[in-house]
């Protein structure tokens, strides 16, 4: 009603200035009978006049109206809106003013206005009482400008602060007629919602624009933001970025199941935190540590994904520089002590899982104090630095080569051979490789120095087992040992593996010699059918070795193999039983004897291995016929097709081929067939216990089954009672070879014996 009977009045007083004057005019007329107007003029103005009354009343009524619906707008509006006149005098508010008028009289120190209708609004423009704020003035000076036409509109924001929290408003001046003439409205309006907004927008800004990089992606993953760090980071611009999957930053180093637990993780927690390993633009790998949100919405499917990053090479850079002090060596870079204990004792525990030995070489030098004292430390340091280098050149790349201090070097070596020998060796000819590597001068600074090792070596792994540093200990007696030696040598800790090691080397030596000096020779064992009748005999090799007498084969072939020397040996004794059967050729009562001749796996894989047999049989003019050459199966499982060519090719001249120790090798009986053998030589270790062992007994019936249905001879090897050759009879098998026909004899003896028969 107060906005609305403002307006009125101030738009209708020039009406009802006339109204009132021309109804006082008529009873002024009636009373006294008017001397300036004629009746019927008088009955015209009064008819007009009430139509004027009329049309006012309508009037009235539709603003009435139009009022009321205007005051229910305002009073619905969120704002607080006051109507102040020229003077600034509040004429009308809405319902919100005077609620917020009411609230905010509550706290002193607001400009707002306490205020409702006839209240000067200019009266309550001060200075904040308490906070000193001017906001109270602001708001004067621009109704007052507003007011004098000087301004078409004023804003301000202001705080508001109540006891819980500050509330924010937003104050707008307007003016109602044109240059402010007809007054004007103040409304306020409550912005703290927005403020509250708008600052969580700019925290999450600047917080977005941080040091660490970060990538917004929708649902599939898509890159939709990135922020300056990101950028910084991985080399790529926004604009590279935005549109992509985060896989132009994959390294190739994580396979598809870290992923997948990436992914499951973000699934079941919403989150993923880890370090990963990215590629930036330029290509080089970084690791970086990310943590990863899924965002949500109310449903609670994902909307968005949010990763935070840091490139952390720098720490995993330190990191490594602090393992690399602790684990190796500064001076030479070699693994410390505490890095050698680590893999021995790995490679202890891997060693129980197999019969692989593996041996430590404890190297100190000879004289080193000596140097330190004569020359300095500085020149020390550059000879262990040129030692360290020695040693590296002398091992292979899975070794370990590590200073445990001053001048003490250990080198393990693992993956040796089984057997003990065979892995001492192996050792020993590292050891021997480092004693020549010193051989060289060491170039120091100006001074060429010579110094020499002495080392200590023992084995470990396999069956033998150690504890802990007990290897490193055995290694180092062994290297006082070698200093005691004399220095520049090497020593095991192992007394016996000393010998046997030493012995072998002097074994390898003599065998040199025995091939040159014609020490060896042959014995010769008959082999029968039936009852005795010798048919053959196999040539088999012996040693008469000038201080140790006759050393059996077991005991040199396998050194001969492994050293190279059974081509040559093999040779020999392939040749000599070809003149032998040239020889006994032209004696009838031996000329039907054929030969067995034990062949070597190195000499059968020879490229020229049936030239070299055609040769021999050229040479020594026997007939190949009579000549029989004994394969194993282990030999026999390379290269198929080019062994059934070499036998092929010697079978179409006559020569036979049996296979030895046969049923100790793993052969599919399907590859066997494909052979062209002669003969299938059961071995002995089926014969020893066959009258007693049932399994040994069927082993031999499935071998003679065997060779009748491939169409192949059968002969038992190691017949040493007649039990045997009974029941090797009994199960088809009528040629044998055996001490109990006959013991391995020199050639007088075997044709002594043959004759005899
Ligand atoms: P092998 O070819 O299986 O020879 C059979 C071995 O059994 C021979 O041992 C022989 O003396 C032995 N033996 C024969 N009958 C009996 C018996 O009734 N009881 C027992 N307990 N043993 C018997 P030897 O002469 O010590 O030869 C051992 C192995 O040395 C041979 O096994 C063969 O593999 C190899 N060998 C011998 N001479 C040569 C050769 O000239 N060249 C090559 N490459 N290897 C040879
Ligand atoms: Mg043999
Ligand atoms: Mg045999």
Aim: proline letters at 4%.
């Amino acid at each position: 009603g107060l906005l609305t009977g403002w307006i009125l009045k101030r738009q209708l007083s020039p009406l009802l200035h006339t109204a009132h004057a021309l109804r006082e005019l008529a009873t002024a007329n009636r009373a006294e009978a008017l001397p300036v107007a004629r009746p019927d003029e008088m009955g015209q103005l009064i008819a007009s006049f009430n139509q004027v009354l009329d049309n006012h009343r309508q009037r009235e009524d539709t603003l009435r109206a139009s009022e009321a619906l205007t005051q229910s707008i305002l009073n619905s509006l969120n704002a607080s809106i006051a109507v102040v006149d020229e003077a600034g005098v509040i004429v009308a508010v809405n319902t919100r003013w005077q609620e917020f008028a009411l609230e905010n009289s509550l706290q002193p120190g607001t400009p707002a206005p306490r205020t409702g209708v006839g209240v000067n609004y200019f009266s309550v423009c001060k200075p904040t009482a308490g906070n000193g704020s001017d906001d109270g003035v602001q708001a004067g000076v621009g109704l007052r400008a507003v007011l004098d036409g000087r301004l078409p509109i004023f804003h301000l924001d202001y705080p508001c602060d109540s006891p819980t929290q500050v509330r924010w408003f937003a104050m707008t001046i307007m003016p109602l007629g044109l240059g402010g003439a007809g007054g004007a409205v103040i409304t306020h309006t409550d912005i703290s919602e927005r403020r509250q907004t708008e600052e969580s927008l700019r925290i999450a800004a600047t917080a977005f624009e941080s040091q660490q990089g970060m990538v917004i992606t929708d649902a599939q993953r898509r890159i939709l933001r990135v922020n300056q760090a990101f950028t910084q980071i991985t080399g790529y611009s926004a604009e590279e970025a935005i549109g992509q999957g985060p896989h132009i930053l994959a390294s190739g180093r994580h396979d598809a199941e870290f992923y997948d637990r990436m992914a499951q993780a973000l699934e079941a927690e919403g989150i993923w935190i880890g370090e990963i390993w990215n590629r930036r633009k330029n290509g080089e790998v970084y690791p970086e540590w990310l943590s990863i949100s899924a965002v949500r919405n109310p449903q609670g499917s994902t909307t968005h994904y949010v990763g935070i990053f840091s490139d952390i090479s720098e720490q995993v850079r330190a990191k490594a520089q602090i393992d690399h002090l602790s684990f190796y060596d500064p001076l030479t870079h070699l693994p410390n002590r505490r890095l050698l204990l680590d893999r021995l004792d790995q490679a202890l525990h891997t060693s129980t899982r197999h019969a692989r030995k593996n041996a430590l070489l404890f190297v100190d030098l000879d004289n080193f104090k000596m140097i330190n004292d004569t020359l300095g430390h500085q020149q020390g340091d550059r000879l262990l630095v040129q030692v360290a280098q020695r040693l590296r050149s002398c091992t292979r790349d899975g070794d370990t080569v590590a200073r445990l201090g001053s001048d003490e070097f250990v080198v393990m070596l693992e993956n040796l051979a089984e057997d003990n020998i065979e892995a001492a060796t192996q050792a020993e000819s590292v050891g021997n490789h480092i004693i020549g590597s010193f051989e060289a001068d060491f170039e120091l600074e100006q001074v060429h120095h010579h110094t020499t090792p002495s080392i200590g070596i023992t084995l470990f792994g396999g069956a033998s087992v150690a504890e802990g540093e007990e290897p490193l200990k055995q290694a180092e007696l062994a290297m006082f040992q070698a200093k005691a030696a004399g220095r520049n040598t090497l020593r095991f800790f192992e007394a016996q593996m000393q010998a046997e090691v030493s012995a072998r080397a002097a074994l390898e030596a003599d065998l040199r010699t025995a091939l040159a000096q014609q020490q060896l020779l042959l014995h010769y064992q008959p082999q029968v059918v039936g009852a005795g009748r010798i048919t053959g005999v196999e040539v088999l090799v012996r040693w008469q070795h000038p201080q140790r007498g006759m050393v059996p084969p077991v005991q040199f072939i396998p050194l001969a193999e492994e050293c190279g020397l059974i081509l040559p040996l093999g040779q020999w004794v392939l040749e000599t039983a070809c003149a032998q059967l040239t020889a006994w050729a032209h004696d009838p009562a031996l000329a039907h004897l054929t030969v067995a001749v034990n062949v070597s796996a190195d000499q059968f894989k020879q490229a020229d291995f049936v030239a070299t047999v055609l040769a021999t049989l050229e040479r020594t003019g026997a007939n190949p016929r009579r000549l029989k050459l004994e394969l194993t199966e282990s030999m026999l499982v390379d290269d198929v097709e080019a062994i059934i060519a070499k036998m092929d090719a010697l079978k179409a001249r006559g020569v036979a081929f049996s296979l030895d120790d046969f049923g100790t090798g793993y052969s599919s009986l399907a590859y066997l067939k494909r052979l062209p053998l002669h003969q299938l030589k059961i071995d002995q270790g089926f014969v020893r216990n066959i009258v007693t062992d049932p399994n040994d007994a069927a082993i031999a019936r499935m071998v003679v089954g065997l060779a009748e249905s491939m169409g192949l001879a059968v002969i038992a090897e190691g017949v040493e009672l007649q039990a045997q050759a009974d029941m090797l009879a009994h199960l088809g098998c009528h040629a044998y070879q055996g001490y109990l026909f006959g013991r391995p004899v020199p050639l007088a003896e075997l044709e002594a014996r043959v004759r005899g028969q």
